[in-house]
């Protein structure tokens, strides 16, 4: 995935109204930008942090800048735009990068399923397979120095209710997978976050246990292009 046209950047002063975030640039003005993801962004924002945004060419937009990636004052670059999760998980399906889920003749996205009337990220169809639903998350929560990544930042309803859908489609005799995107430079294994949200972390080992599978794959972080790199090891907790 290029960043078209080229991304900008500028010094986080804050963020707020989990939608919005200012920046300082180098000439020594100001810029609203606007933030995609709604999660915690725990270690993602920290004042005087190097921010870079893309530039929308929509007139209807009223901040026509958005939040792509961030790099910390440790060092570690993370891509915080969560939308770019599923497009990277698209182009790393049909490239062959996620090699699990290479060899199906047909992808959609957001088709409707489940009983909870949910929209599923990733569906892909062949003649001589069962239908595979991929939930696609984004990891950006590093919780300590030996590079543990995991899921979720925040205590997440959606994500429970995802993890109920999964659940089902095993139960029907279709494919299930939990693909994890790896968002964060310095993340090198994924494991479910407990002690954030206890009722997901208890329904992804219900998930488990019914065949639902959990792929992590990580992404290179460069200000012209991310793009998926290579598996990561997930641990159950």
């Not at 440790?74 to 998980?89: K, P, S």
């Not at 003749?105 to 397979?129: H, M, P």
């Not at 089902?168 to 407990?194: C, D, M, N, W, Y």
Request: net charge negative.
């Amino acid at each position: 995935m290029e960043f078209s046209p080229a991304l900008q950047c500028g010094t986080l002063i804050k963020r707020y109204k989990r939608f919005l975030a200012d920046l300082s640039l180098d000439d020594g003005s100001e810029l609203t930008i606007h933030c995609a993801n709604t999660g915690a962004m725990t270690g993602c924002a920290e004042p005087g942090n190097k921010v870079w945004f893309s530039t929308s060419d929509n007139p209807k937009r009223k901040y026509p800048n958005s939040w792509e990636l961030t790099e910390t004052l440790a060092g570690h670059r993370i891509c915080v735009n969560t939308l770019r999760a599923n497009t990277l998980a698209i182009e790393g399906i049909r490239e062959g990068a996620i090699k699990e889920l290479s060899g199906y003749e047909e992808l959609k996205t957001e088709q409707k399923y489940g009983s909870e009337n949910s929209r599923i990220d990733v569906l892909l169809r062949s003649k001589d397979k069962a239908d595979c639903y991929i939930e696609v998350k984004s990891v950006t929560l590093l919780s300590n120095d030996e590079g543990l990544g995991q899921f979720p930042d925040a205590v997440t309803t959606r994500g429970q209710k995802h993890l109920r859908e999964l659940i089902e489609i095993t139960e029907s005799g279709q494919r299930a997978v939990l693909l994890f995107i790896v968002l964060h430079s310095g993340i090198e294994k994924v494991s479910p976050a407990t002690h954030i949200d206890e009722h997901y972390s208890n329904l992804l080992q219900q998930a488990l246990k019914a065949g639902v599978e959990v792929i992590c794959y990580k992404a290179d972080l460069c200000t012209g292009e991310v793009k998926i790199s290579r598996k990561l090891p997930f641990y159950q907790g």
